[in-house]
């Protein structure tokens, strides 16, 4: 049977140790989908929400909580995050925002927590700056897109 990373011999909670594992460029990439009434975007999409600027604010917050991603998530290492972006693609007909968050680090381990975390939290800012609006909005598909670099090599969502 395969070993669990996380868990010690005890069977215990532990957080993977890297220290020996070479420093390698990791980049990862997630996405996230809030879906909301065609007007409520139309009204994001002009700047038009009695909050402010919901795109620019979940840029924001995306890129805050990747960073704070080890102190969101127990496990997760602390890693010197070189760069975390945050794309929207709004779509009017189907009422959805797709939220892409990439994450890159040179560092013993992936970000991939961190385009994750990126990702769902912009989410929820699009969904807290809008509830007001729209008490339906749904948050979905939040997922790891891509991933390269470390010792598992690249990956690519199907």
Known sequence: MTRLSHLDDQGRATMV???????TERTAVAEGVVTLRPAILDQIAEGRMPKGDVLTTARIAGIMAAKRTDQLIPLCHGLPVAFVGVDFALDRDAGTITITATARTTARTG??????????IAALTVYDMAKAADKGIVISGIRLLSKTGGKSGDWKAP
């Open 111 to 120: 970000v991939e927590m961190e385009a994750l975390t990126a990702a769902s």
């Open 17 to 23: 140790d890297v220290s020996g594992k070479a420093e």
